[in-house]
């Protein structure tokens, strides 16, 4: 059965009070396939991964100011860096995404699997009845 023809489904996350690591990989797992029966790792899968109320998202401990997001322009002196605490009230989609980047495999899958990646920042959202809850 080749990727085109199989008929994706579309699983709901809700974020408000999770914590960010454990969510992340509940995510990775559906958007990667390997929550179907028809698991093949060089395939990738169809399922799509809608998360709401990402503003709620949280880490434990004191990881909130603690942990800090890195990037660098690759230029001398162009490493910038934001904590998770400042990032969340930026772009709270973004955490989220970051996460989920994290937990899928460095392959050409995982490009393919962050575009049925929908986060939003609230419980709106535009899957209506298509959703499967979980």
Same mark, same amino acid.
């Given at each position: 059965?080749?990727?085109?023809?199989?008929?994706?489904?579309?699983?709901?996350?809700?974020?408000?009070?999770?914590?960010?690591?454990?969510?992340?990989?509940?995510?990775?797992?559906?958007?990667?396939?390997? $929550?179907?029966?028809?698991?093949?790792?060089?395939?990738?899968?169809?399922?799509?991964?809608?998360?709401?109320?990402?503003?709620?998202?949280?880490?434990?401990?004191?990881? @909130?100011?603690?942990?800090?997001?890195?990037? !660098?322009?690759?230029?001398?002196?162009?490493?910038?860096?934001?904590?998770?605490?400042?990032?969340?009230?930026?772009?709270?989609?973004?955490?989220?995404?970051?996460?989920? $980047?994290?937990?899928?495999?460095?392959?050409?899958?995982? @490009?393919?699997?962050?575009?049925?990646?929908?986060?939003?920042?609230?419980?709106? !959202?535009?899957?209506?009845?298509?959703?499967?809850?979980?």
């Amino acid at each position: 059965m080749s990727e085109k023809s199989k008929k994706p489904e579309y699983v709901i996350f809700d974020a408000q009070g999770k914590i960010l690591g454990r969510l992340a990989v509940e995510i990775a797992a559906v958007l990667s396939g390997k $929550k179907k029966v028809d698991y093949t790792p060089n395939v990738g899968g169809s399922d799509w991964a809608i998360v709401i109320n990402a503003d709620k998202v949280r880490l434990s401990g004191a990881k @909130a100011k603690k942990k800090i997001y890195w990037k !660098h322009s690759g230029y001398p002196g162009g490493i910038k860096s934001i904590s998770f605490a400042d990032l969340v009230k930026k772009d709270s989609r973004k955490v989220i995404e970051l996460a989920v $980047k994290g937990m899928l495999p460095k392959n050409k899958l995982s @490009a393919r699997a962050l575009k049925r990646l929908r986060v939003y920042k609230d419980e709106k !959202h535009d899957f209506g009845n298509r959703v499967v809850s979980k």
